[in-house]
């Protein structure tokens, strides 16, 4: 075989070089850190400053983030010193944490941590706080969060006395105001009240739009057969977020439904043909779940239901009606959890003999 010239041989290794394809640059791997927490806020709970926030769940990649091995608590007194200039106040492990549950995609949970600020001269002055999550497998701390404000101030002690009772549709809650601030100053100096709820374990949710100054709250969102807790606080601040007392003794209320539905009214009767046609006024209640309709003679003591179940209609018609007999109609109506009210006033009506 004949050697090949030098042409030949560049003309080969360039058609290999381009049969492997050409590299593209060399990058740095990806460092993997978690991502910042969600929903930062801070707020004063009696003595308490009050953290809450959302952890992540996936790293800066998307990628799951299998376990946090810390929360790292930053503090200032200028908003423009974090992360520069910021003392870390706490390093929270996550079994430190008091979880509260909370409807987050991907498992995320809210969580809630509290400190008593130190220091003679902690009142009155700005607080400003962040938050950075520590990855537990590589110890690798996530981007600060956005910074939260709150100021440290005088709150009164909590409402008191607080009681519950249940209505048709509503919950009732009445309490005492606080005597004292928590210093043991008097009078408690606060702008209105917040009224929370808990239902079933979870975290307590605000029911009001903002402080009010009344001693009563109504709840009229709640479903009968389910658990509530309430707790009331004072605020001293009429704006997001809240400088409150800690909170009143707890409620706890699981409303049954014991109330009937109102009693039908205008009931009237007629002969028609072979029946004896009934009508009444429809209820309005949300779960009336329909009519027992009753029947004597005339002159007898007791009413005999015709219904064996609830007819849905304000409506019914008496087939069995004997001609010439005249009878006495009325009607009660039923909820579905089987409530009854008091049967209606009573009318009667005779069928009419047939046409010989």
């Known amino acids: 075989m004949r050697p090949l010239t030098r042409a030949a041989a560049a003309a080969l290794l360039g058609l290999l070089a381009a049969a492997c394809g050409r590299k593209g640059s060399i990058h740095p791997p990806l460092v993997l850190v978690p991502q910042p927490v969600e929903n930062f806020r801070a707020s004063q709970r009696g003595d308490r400053i009050v953290l809450e926030w959302v952890n992540p769940t996936a790293s800066i990649d998307g990628s799951p983030l299998v ?4 929360i790292e608590i930053w503090a200032s007194d200028r908003a423009e010193a974090i992360p520069a200039g910021a003392v870390l106040l706490k390093d929270l492990g996550a079994a430190e944490l008091a979880t509260l549950p909370a409807g987050g995609a991907g498992g995320a949970r809210t969580l809630l941590y509290s400190f ?3 220091g003679k001269d902690r009142f009155g002055k700005p607080l400003f706080l962040a938050l ?16 939260a404000t709150v100021s440290y101030v005088l709150v009164p002690n909590p409402p008191v006395d607080l009681r519950v009772a249940v209505a048709e549709n509503r919950v009732e809650l009445h309490w005492a105001a606080p005597a004292a601030n928590v210093d043991g100053s008097v009078p408690a100096a606060f702008k209105g009240y917040n009224v929370y709820r808990a239902d079933s ?4 949710v605000r029911l009001n739009g903002k402080p009010f100054p009344e001693r009563a709250f109504d709840d009229t969102d709640f479903t009968f057969g389910k658990t509530y807790t309430y707790v009331v606080r004072a605020s001293v601040t009429g704006e997001e977020p809240y400088a409150e007392s800690a909170d009143s003794p707890v409620a706890v209320v699981t409303p049954m439904d014991v109330f009937p539905p109102a009693v039908p009214g205008g009931l009237t009767a007629a002969s028609g043909g072979s029946v ?6 429809a209820g309005r209640e949300p779960d009336l779940a329909g009519y027992r309709v009753w029947r004597r003679v005339a002159g007898k003591s007791s009413f005999e239901p015709l219904t064996a179940r609830p007819v849905a209609e304000n409506t019914y018609s008496d087939g069995a009606a004997a001609p010439g007999v005249r009878y006495e109609y009325a009607v009660s109506a039923v909820d579905k959890a089987g409530n009854e009210s008091a ?3 009573a009318v009667s009506e005779i069928l009419k003999e047939p046409r010989p």
């Open 132 to 147: 950075r999550v520590r990855d537990a497998r590589k110890n690798r701390l996530s981007e600060f969060s956005p910074a």
């Open 116 to 118: 008593v600020p130190q």
């Open 343 to 345: 049967r209606s006033a």
């Open 276 to 281: 004896i046609m009934l009508l009444w006024e």
């Open 67 to 70: 376990e946090i091995g810390g």
């Open 201 to 204: 374990g979870g975290p307590p």
